[in-house]
């Protein structure tokens, strides 16, 4: 039941959050088209110690900002296109439409891309991920949920391969909210990722054993309860639940009950989450 | 022409919702084999037809290769009984057709004039009666946004279904036109209930809602002109004037002793009181005046809350009218000052029992069918969900209340909290002034003849070719391309010195509004973006049209306006100027099609006098005994529908987005929903923002007084329980009444008005925004043909917001840990008037809760102090069910059983169920025994222990004994299969 959480003490005057010593690289968090998640997706990599910008894709298109200043390409969660056309898929289309060749220049670089829930989608639909022999085309889907309707609740991940994303990470404990996160590709595709190390999350339950599948541990019934892949080269990162809405103690969901225990064991409340070191790892690649 | 218009279809190879769309319908009582579902895409162009290569090209961007497949002008072929296609409405918004619009567009951007409309093709499999299929069509589609094809298999053939394009084509001759007011009264009462006669189709144009006086003013104010009124002015002022804006009934002078009205007298002078002797520690800022409520949140920010409701669309299109209603109350907040961030949505529906199927028509014999209790429910469910969803918006809170009165007029609340910085570079942001000069612009979306007369209804004047008046669909993510570059960027920029939304009346009304600031507008019609040529001048001007904001900008700023909202996709028209004038003035095709003082638009008006008159109805007390088996009572008590789960709602609106959950919609181990929310706003910041209701229509007809007090009562509780104090905590209003023309009815709403003044006063809570919706009535027929009217109970619903400040110390309602101690706090009366239990028993009774909120204060400040020396480990508020079903709801929520020992001179199924006010079950830390009593005082009783797993109550001789596990499942028993 219990989820390990960092403690951490408060520290910079009136802020209450620590913030590490900022990278000197910075991070393009893409918006525009109904993404929505892009200000606390900057608040997480602030407080993991990158900074950022969000940029309009428009910005982009039009030459106003260079996505070559860059380090980290993040695809933020959101609605994009209201889902029309399948999630992601209509800004997938206007990605390579119109700034592919950015696109592939950025990732010919030392570079990160980092895509959550609509994000992913989107990754999925460029062919970001999985991205066999370099390849970006469209491996694997995110389909409808099992259930068929949106699902906002708490899950509990766990890591599934050791990489720069993974590390030190015993588990995630953080919401989804997505109509279309059920993971789908071939069998052969799906051997390919697990052969591959390229599994990064998989939904299980509280005690780490696999979801198997189930409700609703395994929110959306997604093959293998994979959450989140890396790309072959493991440079781009695509996750559907979203770590960076509980960045602190008070976002988790059982939080209240934790508190009650920790107080009587008298034990120090801590004020950030276990998910913030998904967001550490990525500044710390950087450093 | 037929030749430009191809036609993509698009499948899942293995569609993963097959099975549960399938079991959906089954459940339904469809005796289907299997449902599939294919996508249509309709594609049109000006010029030129796609070659086969570039059908591929397109069919590949609107699928996952992966999963999914696509047929450009070849149908697919499948084994079913009955093909289906449910497409929209010539003129209703179509949002998957524009986003594949501009894919195509951004592949082909040689290729002029094309257009995309999407639709839904069903494969039935299964052998349904003809009746059974014409019902399950009704299912899928909805008359007054949908087209519906149906083949047969045979039908279906190999050539598939028919391409249609649902192009509008418009026949009207868009000018003005001059309305003759110099009739007799019969006449002229006509235009103001049928509206005015069309000169060439002599139909009418739909109701005014204008009465005899109104015209007679009307008349008497351009009878000093000399002339007569253009169409636009008349349309123009029976909106301005509408009950829907200017609350008449709320402003008129009531009886002999209201000479202000109610507002004034009870709602703003409430206010007014509280906030004078709160002085220094006034927590509000904005009250009443702009088009959110708003209160300080900390040195920096404010926080804004306006709830408002969408019942009349909701009755016609449940999902188009609820998604209208959220993201149009997201629009208040967007219009709020210089442009608040919408933060936080909040619901609530009033709808009958969807297990029930009323069999009632809006036509005589048999015509219009009112929507079943079920899809009205489902369809405003899904359209607040989308609009919240699809803004990136929280939406957390929220109830649903069941009562078969509702069945003719749900009612759906829809509300929204707003974070904005209270000043930027020195400006005030929450305040606001349009000069003269400034030029008047509207950004978002286009205007076509949606929403037009948005309240009324004729099946009649709809005809394949003619688009939709009566309802919109809402378009969240053109809004929130707006929204983001009005609140995210321009706001910042100062590009602008004023903004309004355009809601009801349209430009009509945003516009008229603005030009208050300044005294005086000119528009010209002509520049307003449509989206469809053929518009008369007068639908322009009152179109409610979603997704839309008035801005005023100065002349030197609108290029850089222009530029921005140009880079971010949002269209923007400079459609004329604000002036000091004192008149309204507006031109179309050169000519001036509307000039009026704008004190005559605004007040011109003239005043009514209502009389109302108040009888109290005495209710048969229910005749019972205290059942044998209480156990059963209590599991059958958290299966009411009123009490039970509703938790499929919760996790399929997104309560995470913008980061700030802290207690969610469901809590605990078990998790229960939860009366209160609190989230975070502002990152970085410990405090909070604390939400909460409090609504008994049950209550209303015994004694609408005492209906109010516990509204308010519970609205505050609700907050106190998470460890709000209440000197941070406002207040919001929505009445929803029926038949106000009833002096009896007005009896009923000048008592709960007095209610809600006495109460808030009392508490030193002031109200900062409030809504009323004055004739939530329905008038059709039963299957004999008999005229039949179903009212709405009196519903006034409190809203309460309130500032936490340090959510790390906010209390769940879920019991924590074994060996806690139970305590209830509060007392417990035999108050069981209009209480859940009679209802369960079917009766009503007479003794509605009685509130002392002087008593009630002193504990609710105990309550505060406790939770803020963190001695309270659960806290959750006793409701509707009383203090059984409360204590149930603890134990499930932490999936940990109790033992409870009860002294009580009541009968113990009223003392369990009695729902009187100002009471909390609280379980505490044994450690903190001594200072938690210390505090509490006489306040708190203490029950027993959490232990084991089963709730156990000993009462004298009976004892109630029941598996935890066994009151979650009777709990979420009623919606499990939603």
């Known amino acids: 039941m219990t989820t390990p959480v960092v403690p951490q003490k408060k520290s910079r005057g009136n802020d209450t959050f620590p913030v590490s010593d900022l990278v000197p690289d910075k991070a393009l968090i893409m918006s525009g088209f109904g993404i929505n998640s892009e200000m606390e997706t900057q608040e997480a990599l602030l407080r993991a110690g990158m900074g950022s910008d969000i940029v309009h894709i428009n910005d982009l298109i039009d030459g106003r900002t260079e996505l070559g200043q860059y380090r980290l390409l993040v695809f933020p969660g959101g609605f994009s296109y209201g889902d029309d056309t399948g999630a992601g898929n209509a800004f997938a289309n206007r990605v390579r439409n119109n700034i592919w060749e950015d696109v592939e220049e950025f990732l010919a670089g030392d570079n990160l891309v980092l895509g959550i829930c609509n994000g992913f989608q989107i990754l999925a639909n460029l062919g970001l991920v999985p991205a066999f022999g370099g390849r970006f085309t469209r491996d694997i889907a995110l389909v409808p949920n099992r259930k068929g309707v949106l699902e906002c609740r708490f899950v509990t991940l766990k890591p599934a391969a050791d990489n720069l994303w993974t590390k030190g990470i015993e588990r995630l404990f953080c919401p989804v909210a997505h109509g279309e996160g059920n993971f789908s590709c071939s069998p052969d595709t799906f051997s390919r990722l697990g052969e591959q190390e390229m599994i990064a999350f998989t939904y299980c339950r509280d005690d780490l054993s696999p979801a198997n599948g189930e409700y609703p541990c395994n929110p959306n019934g997604s093959t293998g309860d994979i959450a989140g892949i890396t790309s072959e080269d493991g440079k781009v990162l695509g996750i559907m639940p979203h770590p960076e809405r509980a960045m602190e103690f008070v976002n988790l969901y059982d939080w209240p009950l934790r508190k009650e225990q920790m107080k009587r064991n008298k034990v120090p409340i801590p004020i950030e989450s276990l998910n913030m070191q998904l967001f550490r790892n990525i500044a710390d690649y950087f450093r | ?978």
């Open chain 2, 1 to 978: 022409m037929a030749s430009c218009v191809h036609r993509i279809e698009v499948r899942y190879r293995n569609d993963p919702r097959k099975k549960t769309r399938t079991d959906r319908v089954r459940s339904l009582g469809f005796p289907i084999d299997e449902l599939q579902l294919i996508d249509v895409y309709t594609i049109t162009t000006g010029t030129r037809i796609f070659s086969a290569a570039e059908l591929d090209q397109i069919g590949s961007q609107l699928v996952n290769p992966v999963v999914q497949e696509y047929s450009p002008d070849v149908p697919f072929l499948a084994d079913f009984d009955h093909a289906i296609e449910v497409g929209f409405l010539p003129g209703v918004t179509d949002n998957v057709g524009s986003t594949a619009r501009q894919t195509i567009g951004d592949f082909f951007p040689g290729v002029e004039g094309v257009a995309v409309y999407s639709s839904q093709l069903f494969f039935v499999c299964g052998k349904l009666s003809r009746e059974l299929l014409r019902e399950l069509v009704s299912n899928l589609a909805n008359p007054l946004v949908n087209r519906v094809h149906v083949k047969t298999r045979l039908e279906y053939g190999t050539s598939g279904m028919d391409r249609e394009v649902p192009r509008v084509r418009l026949h009207e001759l868009p000018t003005a036109g001059v309305v003759d007011l110099n009739l007799d009264d019969r006449e002229l009462s006509r235009i103001g209930k049928e509206g005015i006669e069309d000169q060439t189709t002599h139909q009418r144009r739909g109701p005014l809602a204008l009465d005899l006086g109104q015209l007679h003013a009307i008349r008497n104010y351009f009878g000093k002109k000399g002339r007569n009124p253009t169409d636009v002015e008349l349309e123009s002022l029976a909106q301005t004037w509408s009950e829907h804006c200017k609350h008449t009934i709320f402003a008129s002078a009531m009886d002999d002793d209201l000479p202000d009205g109610l507002y004034k007298t009870y709602i703003q002078a409430a206010t007014n009181a509280i906030r004078k002797e709160k002085g220094e520690k006034d927590i509000c800022l904005t009250v009443f005046t702009d088009n959110s409520g708003a209160i300080i949140f900390d040195d920096h920010y404010l926080v804004t809350h306006k709830v408002e409701t969408h019942n009349s669309p909701s009755a016609l299109d449940p999902f188009g009218g609820a998604l209208t209603g959220i993201v149009g109350v997201n629009r208040d907040t967007i219009g709020f000052g210089l442009g608040a961030k919408p933060c936080i949505n909040v619901y609530g529906y009033c709808v009958g029992d969807p297990e029930s199927d009323p069999v009632l028509f809006r036509g005589r014999h048999k015509t219009n069918q009112i929507l079943s209790p079920r899809r009205i429910l489902d369809g405003v469910v899904h359209g607040v969900g989308v609009g919240g969803n699809c803004s990136g918006i929280p939406t957390p809170q929220g109830w649903v209340y069941f009562n078969d009165r509702y069945v003719g007029k749900p009612l759906v609340f829809a509300g929204t909290v707003g974070i904005m910085p209270r000043e930027i570079a020195g400006r005030k942001l929450y305040e606001k002034k349009a000069e003269p000069g400034d030029l008047i612009v509207v950004a978002g979306g286009r205007v076509g003849k949606d929403g037009i007369h948005g309240a009324t209804f004729s099946s009649e004047a709809l005809d394949p070719g003619s688009p939709v008046t009566a309802v919109q669909i809402g378009d969240p993510i053109t809004q929130k391309k707006l929204s983001d570059v009005i609140v995210k960027e321009a706001r910042d920029l100062g590009l602008y010195r004023s903004i309004t939304d355009n809601g009801a009346g349209g430009i009509s009304c945003s516009v008229a509004e603005m030009a208050k600031e300044c005294n005086g507008c000119r528009v010209t019609l002509d520049l307003v973006p449509l989206k469809y040529p053929g518009m008369a001048p007068w639908e322009i001007w009152i179109s409610e049209s979603q997704e839309r904001m008035t801005l005023a900008i100065p002349p030197e700023k609108i290029d850089a306006f222009m530029d921005l909202v140009g880079r971010r996709e949002v269209e923007a028209t400079v459609i004329g100027e604000f002036s000091d004038s004192g008149r309204c003035i507006v031109g179309f095709h050169g000519d001036v099609v509307m000039d009026i003082e704008l004190a005559f638009l605004h007040d011109g008006a003239p005043k009514k006098h209502l009389t109302t008159r108040y009888t109290k109805t005495v209710y048969p007390e229910p005749v019972s005994s205290c059942p044998d088996c209480l156990g059963a009572t209590l599991l059958a008590m958290l299966k009411r529908k009123n009490i039970c789960s509703k938790e499929f709602i919760s996790v399929q609106y997104d309560h995470t987005v913008q980061g700030g959950h802290v207690l969610g919609p469901v809590q605990g181990r078990g998790r229960v929903q939860a009366m209160a929310t609190l989230t975070k706003v502002v990152p970085g910041s410990d405090k909070g923002v604390g939400l909460s209701q409090g609504m008994f229509p049950s209550y209303s007809e015994i004694d609408p007084y005492r209906m109010a007090a516990a509204g308010i009562d519970t609205a505050i509780r609700g907050l106190i329980a998470l460890g709000i104090p209440l000197e941070a905590i406002a207040l919001l209003d929505n009445f929803c009444w029926c038949s106000s023309d009833d002096p009896d009815r007005l009896g009923q709403l000048k008592r709960a008005a007095k209610g809600c003044y006495d109460t808030a006063t009392a508490f030193k809570t002031p109200f900062i925004s409030g809504k009323d919706s004055m004739y939530n009535d329905f008038s059709g027929y039963d299957a004999d043909n008999h005229p039949v009217k179903v009212s709405v109970p009196p519903t006034l619903l409190i809203s309460s917001i309130g500032v936490h400040d340090d959510v790390t110390k906010s209390v769940s309602i879920d019991a924590k840990i074994e060996g806690d101690l139970v305590y209830v706090v509060g007392t417990t009366q035999e108050e069981l008037g209009g209480s859940e239990y009679f209802a369960y028993l079917g009766g009503v009774g007479n003794v509605v809760p009685d509130l002392d909120p002087a008593l009630v204060m002193a504990r609710y400040q105990r309550v505060t102090d406790a939770i803020r020396r963190d001695l309270v480990a659960s806290a959750c508020p006793v409701t509707i069910g009383g203090l059984g079903v409360t204590l149930s709801r603890v134990a499930i929520a932490g999936h940990l059983g109790m033992a409870l020992l009860i002294h009580t001179r009541l009968r113990l199924d009223y003392f369990l169920f009695s729902e009187s006010l100002g009471r909390f079950v609280v379980t505490v830390s044994p450690d903190n025994q001594e200072a938690f009593e210390q505090v509490l005082d006489d306040d708190a009783v203490l029950l027993g222990r959490v232990t084991g797993n089963q709730l156990r109550i000993s009462a004298g001789d009976i004892r109630i004994e029941i598996p935890v596990s066994e009151l979650e499942n009777a709990y979420k028993a009623p919606f499990k299969e939603y």
